[in-house]
């Protein structure tokens, strides 16, 4: 794992002229008063004219990663990126390969106190994008990704370009608060379907970093096809578990397409298993409760021969813990039969298993002025259940926390008072997950002030 420590007194990444100009001496270690510590933060008003200086910066960082898309546990160049940029900030602690490719970084404030961690995500996905986007992220975004066929459907490349901006405010903020700020670039938050067993959050808190800097919050945002500037969350359960499901079935003798009456037929076998399994989904019973598909398909084989192993990879997200358990037995049931019917052998794995979102409910309380200060109180909702699921969540059962559904589109929210993700997704031109997302760079600042305010906000004891 590699580590770079930064110079604390370091101040602008490009122009060597400091955001703020206040204060450049080094921290006093004398303890003040919290009326003291309570004067030095920032007002509102401070904190926009400081975004609106550096929003063109995270503009040109969001636009280099979204055009230099990398997927899960290959963000090579990505973290490259990130730890170039904190270590000119003057980040005073980076930790490079964390978990494989995470990078973790370390602003100290002026003295004791609470610890915010700030976390965004690195990675893209095997989606190629739309040529429909034109026009709707900015007028200087020119060009498509440089890789056809993976591109930021998920708005991760604003989360990266979010967190820079924060991280580099934050270093030159240092004087004026106490604790200090844990920024996490999270490698592999999609999950890899061939090697990882755990997901990529649960693989960060098994490395140990975090503990040791003892985040007494954990904050993210996550983009949402929603209207730009609008902001979204709820007490509790927000988002459902999730388990990744792979299913394979391997021959029990050579294959011959010759003698398809004696022959083992993998590629059979998994067809059968498939239909049966949506079959299964559509006599269910409770609906409302669970939801199960496969996206990926692999074979041993070739276009004019059987081939000896079929496997198949998929996720099942739920809100009831009984209805999965019932659901998984059945398709263990499923895939022995369809072995056993084409003279197969099969074999079923559930690994990364991400538990429920809760968010705190506490925090989420506390936040809620706090936000309303950065977007008004019309464009804050309450978000409904989603079946989509986040390994944020295990940060958030670690150390408590929020994640805000941040919204990145030029559309309109349905007027009933709170959000229904799912619904929106279906109904909205442009989800994640899909080659039509997009996200307008106008969304950068609301969600960098965002993020600022919560971390001031609980470094200053207002939040959590």
């Known amino acids: 794992m590699g580590t770079l420590r930064a110079d604390s007194n370091y101040s602008d990444c490009s122009d060597g002229n400091g955001i703020f100009t206040s204060s450049s001496h080094p921290p006093s270690s004398e303890k003040k008063p919290d009326s003291y510590w309570q004067a030095m933060f920032a007002s509102d008003g401070e904190i926009s004219k400081l975004l609106s200086q550096i929003t063109p ?24 990126y990130v730890l170039h940029r904190l270590s000119d900030f003057g980040v005073d602690e980076i930790k490079s390969d964390v978990a494989g490719n995470s990078v973790v970084g370390i602003i100290n404030g002026c ?28 007028k200087k975004m020119s060009l498509l990704p440089h890789s056809p066929d993976i591109s930021h459907a998920s708005g991760h490349d604003c989360h990266i370009a979010i967190l820079l901006g924060v991280a580099k405010i934050l270093c030159e903020f240092r004087d004026r608060f106490r604790g ?17 067993k755990l997901n990529s959050a649960r693989q960060i808190l098994l490395d140990g970093i975090l503990q040791i800097n003892a985040p007494t919050m954990a904050f993210s945002l996550k983009s949402a096809p929603a209207p ?71 074979d041993r084989g070739r276009f004019n021969l059987l081939p000896t192993k079929t496997a198949a990879w998929g996720k099942i997200h739920y809100f009831d813990v009984d209805e999965f358990n019932c659901f998984k037995t059945e398709l263990e049931r499923i895939a022995e039969e369809s072995a056993n019917a084409f003279r197969c052998e099969s074999k079923v794995v559930f690994d990364q298993h991400i538990p429920e979102l809760k968010n705190t409910s506490n925090i989420v309380e506390e936040a809620y002025p706090v936000l309303v200060d950065v977007v008004g109180e019309n464009n804050i909702f309450e978000s409904m259940p989603s079946f989509k699921s986040d390994d944020f969540s295990e940060l958030i059962n670690e150390f408590g926390g929020v994640e805000i559904l941040l919204g990145v589109q030029d559309c309109e929210y349905p007027k009933n008072g709170s959000v229904d993700l799912d619904r929106l997704a279906l109904s909205a031109s442009s989800p994640t997950h899909t080659p039509h997302f997009y996200a307008q760079d ?23």
Request: net charge positive.
């Open 180 to 196: 200090k700020v844990i920024l996490l670039f999270q490698a592999g938050s999609e999950g890899d379907y061939l090697k990882k």
């Open 57 to 80: 910066k995270m503009i040109k960082w969001r636009h280099y990663f979204y055009q230099h898309p990398e997927l899960s546990n290959n963000e090579d160049k990505t973290a490259a």
């Open 111 to 138: 003295g004791e106190g609470k610890a915010i961690l700030l976390r965004a995500e690195m990675d893209a996905l095997p989606i190629r994008q739309s040529h429909a986007w034109k026009g709707r992220y900015s």
């Open 442 to 464: 106008e969304a950068l600042e609301v969600g960098a002030k965002v993020c600022l305010r919560m971390a001031l906000a609980h470094l200053s004891g207002e939040v959590g």
């Open 228 to 298: 730009t500037g609008t902001l979204s969350c709820r007490k509790g359960l927000q988002f459902a578990a999730s388990t990744r499901v792979n299913v394979a079935f391997d021959a029990t003798m050579n294959t011959n397409m010759f003698e398809p009456e004696r022959t083992p037929d993998p590629v059979t076998a998994l067809a059968s298993f498939l239909t049966q399994v949506e079959q299964l989904k559509k006599r269910s019973t409770n609906k409302d409760s669970f939801l199960a598909y496969f996206g990926h398909f692999w």
